[in-house]
C-alpha cells in the first residue's frame, strides 16, 4: 500500500460546483499535512497546511480525519483557474521528508 | 533572487553521458530537497540537505546519483551514465529551516531528456 494515495481522477466540473477531494496515508505517525497545487508542466506551489482543526482560506477548505487517516481539501465555487493538480502531501512524526501523493486532477469547464 | 532557482531549464543528453543540475536555494534557507517527476507519475524523492549534509539519500535510485550541496547554499545533483529511464523532471526544492512542519518552495525544474 503507497504511503500516500489519491484518486487521480480527472474530476471534471462546471464553474461555480463545489468539488471534494480525499487523500488517505497510511502510517498513522504521520505529523504534518498539506495540499500543494500544480499546473500543467509548472512546480507544485503550497496551497494550504491542514490542522487538526480543520482550516479555511477563502474559497478553499482543508480537513483532517485522524481516526480514518485521510485529508480532503473542498473547493467551492469552482473558477476556471482552479483547474489544476492538487497533490496531497504528507511528512511522517520523525522524518523531514515530506512524502507527496500522485495528484488529482481537476478541470473546471465552463 | 526571490525564489528557488534550477538549472539547465532543459536538458537533452545521449545515453551514458554524464548530467550535472543545479539548485540554487532561496537565501537562508538551510533544507534542500531533491525530487523527479515523470509524466503522469507522483513527485519521487531522491536526498534531502540540512545544510551541507545529506542525512538522507535514501531515495538516490542508483550509485550513478550522487550530489552535494556546499555552503548551506548551491546543490548539484550528479547523474553519471545517463539511461533512458532517468528522463523526467527534476525538482529541487528549499525550506526554512529543519522543523518537520514547514512548507517547501519550488524551482521550475530541469526537465531531462535521455535519447
Known amino acids: 500500500r503507497k504511503e500516500v494515495e489519491q484518486d487521480p481522477g480527472p474530476f471534471n466540473v462546471p464553474e461555480g460546483a463545489t468539488v471534494a477531494f480525499n487523500c488517505t496515508y497510511s502510517?498513522?505517525?504521520?505529523?504534518?499535512f498539506f495540499w500543494y497545487r500544480q499546473d500543467c508542466r509548472k512546480e507544485p506551489k503550497l496551497l494550504m497546511s491542514?490542522?487538526?482543526s480543520g482550516n479555511e482560506d477563502g474559497r478553499f477548505t482543508a480537513q483532517l480525519n485522524r481516526a480514518s487517516q485521510y485529508i480532503s481539501l473542498l473547493i467551492r465555487d469552482s473558477k476556471l483557474s482552479d483547474s489544476a493538480t492538487y497533490l496531497c502531501v504528507v511528512t511522517r512524526r520523525g522524518s523531514y521528508i515530506p512524502t507527496f501523493g500522485r495528484g488529482t486532477s481537476l478541470i473546471v469547464h465552463p | 533572487g526571490a525564489g528557488v532557482s534550477q538549472s539547465p531549464s532543459n536538458k537533452v543528453t545521449e545515453k551514458g553521458k554524464d548530467v550535472e543540475l543545479r539548485c540554487d536555494p532561496i537565501s537562508g534557507h538551510t533544507a534542500l530537497y531533491w525530487y523527479r517527476q515523470s509524466l503522469g507519475q507522483g513527485l519521487e524523492f531522491l536526498i534531502y540537505f540540512q545544510g551541507n549534509s545529506a542525512p538522507d539519500k535514501s531515495g538516490l535510485p542508483s550509485d550513478r546519483f550522487s550530489a552535494e550541496r556546499t555552503g548551506g547554499s548551491v546543490s548539484t545533483l550528479t547523474i553519471q551514465r545517463t539511461q533512458q529511464e532517468d528522463s523526467a523532471v527534476y525538482l529541487c526544492?528549499?525550506?526554512?529551516?529543519?522543523?518537520?512542519?514547514?512548507?517547501?518552495?519550488f524551482g521550475s525544474g530541469t526537465q531531462l531528456s535521455v535519447l
Open positions: 491542514v490542522y487538526s
Open positions: 502510517n498513522s505517525a504521520s505529523q504534518s
Open positions: 526544492a528549499s525550506s526554512p529551516s529543519t522543523g518537520t512542519n514547514e512548507k517547501l518552495f
